[in-house]
């Protein structure tokens, strides 16, 4: 009994007739015997009994929790439709149910009421090997803000990934909430609510627990990829800032997102032909992710011909207060090298005197390159639209907000609003629309093409750090295999069935770059893309012998 209830140990019916003899089983499992492939006929006959996309994610949970190796070979067989249920945008749903539909332990809970003691608690961990730690503290979940201790669904989900595409062993990947309270009243007064009933701790007392927290990771795990994720914009890009020299660590906010980002961006610039440092770019949001994406698509801007100064001026942010500029006295120290002079941009502003809204500055900059980061749905209206496409040949439009319902436009609208010219990408999942008798297939900005692949990388190549050039390294290699370089009516990313062969080659290019500065021991090419095929897990049953016993 012991053994079935071990999900990454347990086999169902897919023991074998000697396995049950000197296992004890036979009675405790069915008498026919399955093949793993049976199995997941049966389990994937059962997730499409499901009613809706709760109910499905549920299943999967609980199939995770039961038998490890299923569970990663029904994904497999089922990428394209079952990535969204254990990930965006049904997670977000997840989250917001964490406390309604949580059944078994999965990951850990650091509370902050027991923060002298977090190294004691890293110390129960389920396994004493780890190689990916995801970690959020809640408050901002995809675009639904604060849930708490919900937020567990999303490391959850995040690590899943890291096994299904990277191929990182389950076994040596560990979610984790850090549960600082919540300003979630709903999730306050619920009586189910399964985190700690505290409004958010916040200030010096917030930044000594992420230290703590720090200190316990680096003390019992050295070496381990720490992923930060869905952090609040007051912690995000501190926390990076302060902690990205100091441990193997990244934030997939702003450097997943960036990088997927410009990987996207690359593809599209052999669309449009128009190459990435000739973009004039309109970025709506201004938050640690937008920034993000400014960063990385500056950089390499930079690394393509312009100087810093030059490639910072082709960025317009604009957020809730309007464009970044000189004048604004909110702005954060990230978001400053961004602000325009406000002598400028004065003449954009029509409405309000001291405020330069979207619409404002779409129309006196004509950007090439429109972003969404702002979880504000319909942002990118039907006049906006047309006025861009009223300036620019090829509009590049990423509406990038997740989940669905914060998506800063549709497809099928921006494909109609510029007669078909939009080169698109969205966060969320859209299916191919079909525009005047040609099918436009749509590329999700997912991250899941970068982190997955990147923690392969970094584990390979035994990586000390994780820098910007590696995260670029990263991006391009995506670029590479876009099926639009190849043919412009493709979409800008490959299909999710190939993220798994692909992340082979983006790990082994991050593992070269760590490698080219640095921060990992050097091996030929050869020898590293080896030691990636070797790492990466494949859902297979194991097989079972009699252990010899002494006499």
């Given at each position: 009994?012991?053994?079935?209830?071990?999900?990454?140990?347990?086999?169902?019916?897919?023991?074998?007739?000697?396995?049950?003899?000197?296992?004890?089983?036979?009675?405790?499992?069915?008498?026919?015997?399955?093949?793993?492939?049976?199995?997941?006929?049966?389990?994937?006959?059962?997730?499409?009994?499901?009613?809706?996309?709760?109910?499905?994610?549920?299943?999967?949970?609980?199939?995770?929790?039961?038998?490890?190796?299923?569970?990663?070979?029904?994904?497999?067989?089922?990428?394209?439709?079952?990535?969204?249920?254990?990930?965006?945008?049904?997670?977000?749903?997840?989250?917001?149910?964490?406390?309604?539909?949580?059944?078994?332990?999965?990951?850990?809970?650091?509370?902050?009421?027991?923060?002298?003691?977090?190294?004691?608690?890293?110390?129960?961990?389920?396994?004493?090997?780890?190689?990916?730690?995801?970690?959020?503290?809640?408050?901002?979940?995809?675009?639904?803000?604060?849930?708490?201790?919900?937020?567990?669904?999303?490391?959850?989900?995040?690590?899943?990934?890291?096994?299904?595409?990277?191929?990182?062993?389950?076994?040596?990947?560990?979610?984790?909430?850090?549960?600082?309270?919540?300003?979630?009243?709903?999730?306050?007064?619920?009586?189910?609510?399964?985190?700690?009933?505290?409004?958010?701790?916040?200030?010096?007392?917030?930044?000594?627990?992420?230290?703590?927290?720090?200190?316990?990771?680096?003390?019992?795990?050295?070496?381990?990829?720490?992923?930060?994720?869905?952090?609040?914009?007051?912690?995000?890009?501190?926390?990076?800032?302060?902690?990205?020299?100091?441990?193997?660590?990244?934030?997939?906010?702003?450097?997943?997102?960036?990088?997927?980002?410009?990987?996207?961006?690359?593809?599209?610039?052999?669309?449009?032909?128009?190459?990435?440092?000739?973009?004039?770019?309109?970025?709506?949001?201004?938050?640690?992710?937008?920034?993000?994406?400014?960063?990385?698509?500056?950089?390499?801007?930079?690394?393509?011909?312009?100087?810093?100064?030059?490639?910072?001026?082709?960025?317009?942010?604009?957020?809730?207060?309007?464009?970044?500029?000189?004048?604004?006295?909110?702005?954060?120290?990230?978001?400053?090298?961004?602000?325009?002079?406000?002598?400028?941009?004065?003449?954009?502003?029509?409405?309000?005197?001291?405020?330069?809204?979207?619409?404002?500055v779409v129309k006196a900059v004509h950007p090439t390159f429109l972003i969404g980061l702002s979880t504000v749905a319909g942002a990118f209206d039907e006049p906006l639209v047309r006025e861009m496409a009223s300036q620019v040949e090829r509009p590049v439009i990423f509406p990038l907000s997740n989940p669905t319902s914060k998506s800063e436009a549709v497809p099928k609208d921006l494909l109609a609003w510029t007669g078909g010219k939009?080169?698109?990408?969205?966060?969320?999942?859209?299916?191919?629309?079909?525009?005047?008798?040609?099918?436009?297939?749509?590329?999700?900005?997912?991250?899941?093409?970068?982190?997955?692949?990147?923690?392969?990388?970094?584990?390979?190549?035994?990586?000390?750090?994780?820098?910007?050039?590696?995260?670029?390294?990263?991006?391009?290699?995506?670029?590479?295999?876009?099926?639009?370089?190849?043919?412009?009516?493709?979409?800008?990313?490959?299909?999710?069935?190939?993220?798994?062969?692909?992340?082979?080659?983006?790990?082994?290019?991050?593992?070269?770059?760590?490698?080219?500065?640095?921060?990992?021991?050097?091996?030929?090419?050869?020898?590293?893309?080896?030691?990636?095929?070797?790492?990466?897990?494949?859902?297979?049953?194991?097989?079972?012998?009699?252990?010899?016993?002494?006499?």
């Amino acid at each position: 009994m012991e053994l079935l209830a071990q999900p990454l140990l347990n086999k169902g019916t897919a023991f074998t007739e000697e396995e049950r003899t000197a296992l004890g089983l036979h009675g405790l499992l069915p008498p026919q015997i399955e093949t793993l492939e049976q199995q997941a006929t049966r389990a994937y006959d059962a997730f499409r009994r499901k009613t809706d996309d709760l109910e499905r994610h549920i299943y999967l949970r609980a199939l995770q929790d039961t038998n490890e190796v299923l569970f990663y070979r029904l994904l497999l067989d089922h990428m394209e439709e079952m990535m969204p249920v254990v990930y965006t945008p049904v997670v977000a749903q997840g989250c917001t149910e964490f406390s309604h539909i949580y059944r078994r332990p999965r990951g850990m809970f650091i509370p902050y009421p027991l923060r002298d003691s977090i190294r004691r608690l890293l110390q129960h961990r389920p396994n004493p090997e780890v190689d990916v730690i995801v970690v959020t503290d809640g408050e901002r979940i995809l675009g639904i803000g604060d849930q708490g201790v919900g937020g567990l669904g999303i490391p959850i989900g995040k690590l899943s990934l890291y096994t299904l595409i990277g191929g990182i062993h389950p076994q040596r990947t560990l979610p984790i909430v850090l549960d600082v309270g919540t300003n979630n009243v709903d999730a306050l007064h619920d009586p189910e609510y399964l985190g700690w009933r505290h409004e958010r701790i916040t200030g010096p007392a917030y930044d000594d627990f992420i230290s703590r927290f720090v200190l316990a990771v680096r003390q019992e795990l050295p070496g381990t990829l720490l992923q930060w994720e869905d952090f609040g914009a007051a912690h995000a890009r501190p926390i990076l800032d302060t902690y990205r020299d100091k441990l193997l660590t990244f934030n997939d906010d702003i450097q997943g997102t960036g990088a997927i980002v410009l990987a996207a961006a690359l593809a599209a610039s052999h669309v449009t032909h128009v190459p990435v440092e000739s973009q004039r770019v309109v970025v709506f949001g201004a938050g640690a992710a937008a920034v993000g994406v400014a960063d990385i698509l500056r950089e390499a801007m930079v690394e393509g011909s312009l100087s810093e100064e030059v490639a910072r001026d082709r960025f317009w942010l604009v957020n809730r207060g309007g464009l970044v500029h000189s004048n604004r006295e909110d702005l954060k120290d990230e978001q400053r090298p961004y602000a325009h002079p406000w002598e400028e941009v004065a003449a954009f502003a029509h409405v309000d005197p001291n405020r330069v809204s979207l619409a404002e500055v779409v129309k006196a900059v004509h950007p090439t390159f429109l972003i969404g980061l702002s979880t504000v749905a319909g942002a990118f209206d039907e006049p906006l639209v047309r006025e861009m496409a009223s300036q620019v040949e090829r509009p590049v439009i990423f509406p990038l907000s997740n989940p669905t319902s914060k998506s800063e436009a549709v497809p099928k609208d921006l494909l109609a609003w510029t007669g078909g010219k939009a080169v698109i990408a969205t966060g969320s999942p859209f299916p191919p629309v079909r525009y005047e008798g040609e099918t436009h297939p749509i590329a999700q900005c997912n991250n899941v093409y970068i982190f997955p692949a990147l923690g392969l990388g970094t584990v390979a190549s035994k990586a000390r750090r994780v820098t910007d050039s590696m995260i670029r390294a990263a991006a391009r290699t995506l670029a590479e295999h876009s099926p639009a370089i190849r043919d412009p009516t493709g979409p800008l990313l490959p299909p999710v069935s190939d993220l798994r062969r692909v992340a082979v080659e983006i790990a082994v290019a991050v593992g070269l770059e760590a490698q080219r500065t640095g921060h990992a021991p050097m091996t030929t090419s050869e020898e590293l893309r080896e030691r990636v095929v070797k790492t990466q897990w494949v859902p297979t049953y194991p097989h079972y012998v009699e252990a010899a016993r002494e006499d």
